[in-house]
Structure formats: C-alpha cells, structure tokens
C-alpha cells in the first residue's frame, strides 16, 4: 500500500510532462544558482596561501617604512638580536613616472634581489628573465602590450630618461594580471642620479624588508618591530584579514535554500487543484486522509530528491566549466579548485527537507468536512491567514525591539531588523487574497478582465503561489539593488580625501612654472571652472636649499589640545581671496571669517590648533626633518565657521600672503587645483596632453573621484544571478499558472467563448501576477534595504532609474509568457484528473 501511496503522490503532486519539468526547474533552480555563486566565488576569492604569497614571496614577514635609513638600521638590528634571521630588502613606489616615447605613464615599481628564493612567487615569469644589475628591468606583459614594448627595449625614469633601463625579462603578477609592473634590481630607485630635474627623492616610497626564520626567530623580529612602532605582516595576519564569505563560499549556499522552501511551497499550492482531484478519487476508495497526506509529501520529496541534486550537480559543473574564464575576468589567478562537498551533501538534505515541510505545509485539507467534500472544496485560506497576522506582526515586534536594543552591534541589529522586515512581507503576502478579491469587484470593463480576476477571488490559492514566488524573487533583486546604490552614496557623501569631489590638483614638485601650468590646465575644463594656486609659507633659507620651490617644507600649525601629541603640526595654508577660500573649503567665507584674514589675523579651522587667541608656528629647520622646528607663538588667532572634515585634514589654518610675509615668510606656489562640476570620462588623457610639456606628469596629477564607485565583483555577480531568477522564475511560474487553469479554460470554451478571449483571460491573469508580485516585491526589497542600512546609519538611496527597468521588464515578460502560455487550440473534453 505505501508503494501504491508513494506512487500516486509522484503522479498527483508532480504530474506528467510539461508539468513535472516545470516544478522541477523550479525546485532545482535556486540550488543551481547558489551552486554556481558559491563556486565562482571559491574560486574568484584568493586563497589564504595565494594572498599572502602575492605580499610576502616565500617569506614570513614582510615590513617597510618610507624611510630607507630607518629600513637599513632595523635590518642591521634584526641580524645581531635574532641571528640566523634572512632579511631581504625590498624597495616599492606605487605611481614612478617612466617615459614611454612620448608620454609619461605611472607604473608599480619594485627593486629586489630577484634571485633570492624569498621572492619567490610574488611575480611570474614569462619571458626572459629578472633584473640583475642596474640598468636592467623587467616589465609586465599588461604593461609591454600597451606600450608596444619588447625585450631589449628601454623604458626609462622619467627624470632621467638618458639612464639605461632595457627590458630583460617580461612578468606577470598572479593577483594582478593587468597591473602595469616594473622591476629592476637592487638598489635602482636609490641609484638614479638625483640632480635638479632628478624628483626621486620625493615620491613616497615603501623602503621594506622581506624576513624568513624559525619560529623564535620570527617572535623576536615581531617585539623588536612593534618596539619601533612599526607593524609586520604575517602569513597569519594576511589569512585572517579576509573576509567572512572568502574564507567559507559555502554561505552563499544558504540563501538558496530560503528561496528553495518558498518556491517549494508555492509550487506545491500551485498544484492543489488537481491534486484534491486526485485525493478525491482515493477517498472513495477508502484512502485514509494520512496516507493522503503522506503520499503529498512522498510527491514532493521524490520531485526534491531529483532536482535538488540536478541543480547542485548542474551548478557545479557550471562553475566549473566557468573557472577558464575567470582570470580574464578577475585579471588574477584563480583559487584551487575546491568541489564543496560537503556544502553540497548538506545543502541537498537540506532542500529535500525543506521541501518536504513546503508540501506538508500545502497539502492540508479545511477541517470538519467529511473525506470527499473535504478533497473537492475550495481551500478557505481567510481564517487561516488572519490567524498568521498577528503572529507575523508579533515576530516583527520582536525583530524592531531586538534592532532597538541591540543597535551597537551592527550584525544583530541588521538580522533582527530584516526579520522584521521580512515579517511583515510575509503578513503582507497572506492578504493577496483580499486584493485579489478588490480588484475583482473593479473588473466590469471588459469581459476577459472580469472572469479572468473573478475566477483569482474564487480560487485565490493559486495566483497567491505565484505571486509569492515572483515577489520573492524580485525582493532580493530590488534589495542589491538598493543596497548597491545606498552602499555607493553614502561613500561619497562621507569621503573624506585631501581634496574636495571633482577637484584636480597639479603639483608643482618637478619645478614647473605655476602660470604655464595654469593656462594649460584651464584648456582642459570649460572656461567658467574656478581654478586657484596652492600656497603656503616657507622660510627663505629652507627655498634656497630645496630641489624645487614645491618641495619645501611648509610653515605649520602645533597642536595644543590637551591629551595630543605636542609633537604634532599641520600645514598652514595661503588665502588672499573667497575665490581661494571656497576652493579649498567648499563654501564661501562669511563676513566674519572675510574680517579676520583681511585684518591679519590667523584663522584657525580645528579647535585642536588653537587656544584662546593664541597658536604656535612650526618653522623646520632642515630639508629632512632631522632638526628640531623653530616655534613661534603669535596672538590675535580667531577660530573659524565650521569645515568639512576633507578641509581639515589638508590644513590646520589659512593666513594671507601679507601677514604670512609680515612674519618672515615667503610664499611658494605649490600646486593649481580646478574645480570642475563634473569630470569627463577621458580626463586623464586630456590632462596628460596638456600638462606634459609643462613638466607636470599623470604622477604628479591627483584627481578626486572619490571613493571606488565600482561595488565588488560578487555584488555585480550576485544581481545577475538575482535578474536570472526572476526571468526563470516569473516564466515557470506563470506558465505554471496557466496550464493549471486549463479545466476553467475547457468549461469556457463549452459555453461559447471564443480561443481568443481565453487567451486574454490567460495575459490578464499573468500580468496580475506579474504587477502584484513586482509592487510587492520593490516595496519588500526597498524594506529589507533599509533593514539592512538602518544599524549603520546608510541613508536609503534607489536607483529609480534601474528599479523602473525591472519593473518594466517585470510587466513585459509577464504579458510575453502569458502569451506564449495562452493555448492555441482548446478541446471540448477534459481528462478524468481535471474534472
């Protein structure tokens, strides 16, 4: 008997045909997409070995300090208290300006002893070989490709573009591929000939030391470092410092399951018309109401224990037919291929689990009706989902309370107030009856709207799974959405840099003349862009002995609030005009801050820097900052309105170019800023064609952007797979709805309706669907973005634009599968299962 039960569950749950494979596409889907997630992200994400490799080599430790003196003497040190210990010296500068012919270009410069085994593999090789002397370089093959390079060419510094520096070799960076590399032996960025066109000795370098030992070796290294106020890096530190979801991919799995037990329970509801028809059938033959319910559940379980495993397998071999193509990609290495299996075992018991409790869960029949009624009535979902109500709004209740109380934890708060969110949809989603019902009485316009939605508040079971699933599918959409554009918003809105958002900045550290760089940066903007010169006091003697005027060290600002560093002083800037002031701050000055600088006086931007009316100057007296600052306490100081915090951080007071030189000072020009109101996609090339023959090179150009504006790949990955589902997803679930409305379809057709009204029936029915689930599912994804910004203070910014698109997408493709769902021919006959 429970074979026989088994059996009929199979053929009545999970029918035949177009039927079967539909709910089991639907059922394996969500697992294939986390599937494919979490595999393209195992191996897009480094592995430990592989992020640290690309630091350290095959060393154990690596630090630097942009001192190379102070680099020298720590290795000196290290090789007398921990004897044994290798140290290696390794120098890096991030934007060295080399001459490529007729342009300079930035590029990722490193010096090493490339033979030593403790580079080893933080660059491959694929031509040549690495530098070994002065005057040799090895180049990436991003780098050569662009710039049409080859071995034995010469890509030299670009002060110096008379010293050798020809191409021996050609490499390439495992977590870089497209980086733009440029290696030379040791001690070459320290060997140039520093002369008056010579700028190296001002590009901020990493002087580093790459440390290889035993374990005590390494422990004495790490006490005499942190003594210095330095910091090491370790294969430990580097593996610890990635993120949750890199070190387990597996945790994309989980919300394919979520997605899994909702589809599930609007699949099986879907198909409960015809499987009461069937249970009717086995009532009158005697089949008790739990072998009724154990054959549902026996249904969706062996539909389960196909698709699930379908889908794993399928999106494994997806992500594993798709490794190939990462690197071009990514532009790095990809990680060791890791099968997740054990992930993948749990995640099919799981789903089967979870779609054995979405059938139980369905496949209740209303109490207190005898057997064979009780099969053929119509489901009463009112009682029932009135009875969820409160239940769900009591869940949301908690969620805020717990986000409430536990909102200094980021983590909890978030959870507890996308429970609530989520909740509340839920309570939401159990009254799409009632909206079904109200659009019913509204329908008198044309005949095919007023049956199509009459027949939804007759039978409201299976437009409600539909709409739940397509809802679902589109919440998670609108919800990366949503938080894709907060995400990005709010990281410009609190950017702090050295400049404000737009502004270019040319330096004058080469010795430019500030007028011709001036004029040529003002034919790269439109002619009503502000553009201003940088300017700050210096001492007479320290311009005298300075390689170029922009390169000496400024006047500064000490700092005098209590519990701060004494030590401390920042920059004290030149500003003769509110042209000048806004600029720099962003704003205009007011009235009182005008009074002030033109009576002057020193106006203080940081509370920090001053005390009463009184600040001190920081004079230096070297070059290097090896000699004590001279101090100077002037009176008369005034505090200013309020700034931003990217004002503060680039100077601590702003003073007037005749006060400044009324205390001895003279003034230097180190920079022109243009503050455009937007920036145009070629900027870079349209300032390197202006400023080269200025002498003022793309490394010496800094250009505020802000923040990465770009979300991580796995954010771009997971929307895809997110816009996938619901194209998937609505397409199933419509047709779905549509071949369970057949039966209706039949009887209309006997009493006279024409193949052409049904199919409106059919598109009405499926835009509804279509329409309720993309209203839900944007205010639900909206919510759970906001649920998920709240604890962090992210303000909730849309993407109109794209939640329009999708809207829009939404609506069409539920006309289109509605369409192409409608039947062509309609019979007057009807299968014994359908009556």
């Known amino acids: 008997m429970k074979t026989y039960v088994h059996l009929v569950g199979r053929r009545t749950v999970v029918g035949r045909g177009g039927r079967r494979f539909g709910l089991l596409v639907l059922l394996a889907l969500p697992v294939l997409l986390a599937t494919l997630a979490a595999g393209l992200f195992a191996s897009a994400a480094p592995s430990a070995e592989q992020r640290a490799t690309s630091t350290l080599g095959s060393a154990d430790g690596f630090v630097s300090h942009a001192d190379p003196e102070v680099t020298a003497k720590l290795a000196q040190e290290l090789r007398q208290r921990a004897p044994g210990i290798t140290a290696l010296a390794i120098d890096e500068n991030h934007e060295l300006p080399v001459w490529t012919k007729s342009r300079t270009i930035s590029v990722h410069y490193a010096d090493a002893d490339w033979s030593s085994p403790l580079t080893r593999g933080r660059y491959r090789p694929l031509e040549g070989r690495f530098p070994s002397k002065l005057g040799e370089i090895a180049v990436s093959r991003a780098l050569a490709d662009a710039q049409g390079l080859s071995l034995g060419d010469s890509l030299p510094y670009r002060w110096k573009r008379d010293a050798p520096a020809r191409i021996v070799g050609l490499v390439e960076s495992p977590q870089a591929h497209a980086s733009y590399t440029y290696l030379a032996a040791p001690g070459q960025l320290q060997a140039w000939p520093r002369t008056g066109r010579d700028s190296t000795n001002v590009l901020s370098s990493d002087y580093g030391l790459l440390l290889a030992g035993d374990i005590e070796q390494m422990d004495i290294a790490q006490g005499i470092i942190s003594e210095k106020g330095m910091q090491l890096e370790t294969r430990e530190g580097i593996a610890a410092s990635r993120t949750m979801i890199e070190r387990e991919p597996a945790l994309l799995l989980a919300p394919g399951i979520v997605v899994l037990g909702v589809i599930a329970a609007g699949a099986f509801a879907l198909r409960m018309r015809r499987t009461r028809a069937g249970f009717a059938i086995l009532t009158g033959l005697g089949v008790a109401d739990r072998d009724l319910r154990y054959a549902a559940v026996s249904g969706a379980v062996s539909a389960s224990a196909i698709a699930v495993p379908a889908g794993w397998a399928a999106g494994s071999i997806l992500a594993l037919a798709m490794r190939s193509a990462l690197p071009r990609v990514t532009d790095k290495d990809i990680a060791p291929y890791d099968p997740l299996l054990t992930e993948g075992l749990l995640t099919v018991l799981l789903s089967v689990a979870v779609s054995a409790l979405a059938a139980v869960a369905t496949s209740r029949h209303p109490a207190g009706l005898p057997a064979r009624e009780r099969a053929r009535a119509t489901p009463r979902a009112g009682k029932r989902a009135r009875l969820w109500v409160p239940v769900l709004c009591g869940i949301a209740a908690l969620g805020v309370a717990i986000a409430v109380t536990f909102q200094d934890d980021e983590t909890i708060s978030a959870v507890a107030a996308v429970t609530a969110i989520a909740s509340l949809a839920a309570a939401v989603l159990t009254r799409i009856g009632d909206a079904l019902g109200a659009l019913a009485r509204l329908a008198d316009r044309t005949l095919s709207a007023r049956i199509a939605l009459r027949a939804f508040a007759r039978d409201p079971r299976r437009p409600v799974s539909a709409i739940v699933i397509g809802a679902v599918a589109l919440a998670l959409t609108i919800g990366i959405l949503g938080t894709l554009s907060s995400v990005t918003a709010q990281g410009r809105a609190t950017y702090v840099g050295s400049r404000h958002l737009n502004q270019v900045e040319a330096l004058l550290h080469a010795g430019s003349d500030p007028t011709a760089v001036e004029r040529n940066l003002a034919t790269v903007f439109p002619e009503e862009t502000p553009i201003i010169r940088?300017?700050?006091?210096?001492?007479?003697?320290?311009?005298?002995?300075?390689?170029?005027?922009?390169?000496?060290?400024?006047?500064?600002?000490?700092?005098?609030?209590?519990?701060?560093?004494?030590?401390?002083?920042?920059?004290?800037?030149?500003?003769?005009?509110?042209?000048?002031?806004?600029?720099?701050?962003?704003?205009?000055?007011?009235?009182?801050?005008?009074?002030?600088?033109?009576?002057?006086?020193?106006?203080?931007?940081?509370?920090?820097?001053?005390?009463?009316?009184?600040?001190?100057?920081?004079?230096?007296?070297?070059?290097?900052?090896?000699?004590?600052?001279?101090?100077?306490?002037?009176?008369?100081?005034?505090?200013?309105?309020?700034?931003?915090?990217?004002?503060?951080?680039?100077?601590?007071?702003?003073?007037?170019?005749?006060?400044?030189?009324?205390?001895?000072?003279?003034?230097?020009?180190?920079?022109?800023?243009?503050?455009?109101?937007?920036?145009?996609?070629?900027?870079?090339?349209?300032?390197?064609?202006?400023?080269?023959?200025?002498?003022?090179?793309m490394s010496d150009i800094r250009i505020e952007t802000g923040p990465e504006t770009t979300p991580p790949s796995l954010w771009y990955l997971m929307l895809g797979l997110a816009l996938a589902a619901v194209v998937t997803v609505l397409g199933i679930t419509i047709t779905s709805s549509a071949t369970e409305l057949r039966p209706d379809l039949v009887r209309l057709h006997r009493i006279g309706l024409s193949p052409r009204t049904l199919r409106r029936i059919v598109i009405w029915q499926s835009l509804t669907i279509a329409a309720l689930a993309a209203l839900l599912g944007i205010a639900?994804?909206?919510?759970?973005?906001?649920?998920?910004?709240?604890?962090?203070?992210?303000?909730?910014?849309?993407?109109?634009?794209?939640?329009?698109?999708?809207?829009?997408?939404?609506?069409?493709?539920?006309?289109?599968?509605?369409?192409?769902?409608?039947?062509?021919?309609?019979?007057?006959?009807?299968?014994?299962?359908?009556?």
């Open 534 to 697: 940088g300017s700050y006091p210096v001492d007479e003697k320290m311009l005298e002995a300075s390689v170029t005027p922009a390169l000496t060290p400024s006047w500064n600002v000490a700092w005098m609030a209590e519990g701060g560093d004494e030590n401390w002083a920042q920059m004290i800037e030149v500003v003769d005009d509110n042209k000048t002031f806004t600029a720099l701050t962003g704003r205009t000055w007011s009235p009182r801050e005008r009074k002030v600088l033109e009576d002057g006086r020193i106006l203080v931007l940081a509370p920090e820097y001053i005390k009463g009316d009184r600040v001190t100057l920081s004079r230096p007296t070297s070059l290097n900052g090896e000699e004590p600052e001279a101090r100077q306490e002037v009176r008369g100081a005034a505090p200013s309105d309020p700034v931003d915090a990217t004002t503060r951080t680039r100077a601590s007071a702003y003073i007037t170019s005749t006060a400044a030189r009324a205390l001895g000072a003279t003034i230097v020009d180190y920079s022109i800023i243009a503050s455009p109101s937007s920036l145009a996609p070629d900027i870079e090339e349209r300032l390197i064609k202006a400023l080269e023959p200025v002498d003022v090179v």
């Open 780 to 835: 639900a994804g909206w919510g759970l973005t906001a649920a998920r910004n709240w604890p962090g203070d992210i303000p909730v910014v849309m993407d109109w634009t794209a939640v329009s698109t999708v809207l829009a997408l939404t609506l069409v493709l539920g006309a289109a599968y509605g369409a192409l769902a409608a039947p062509r021919r309609i019979s007057n006959t009807l299968n014994r299962s359908e009556n």
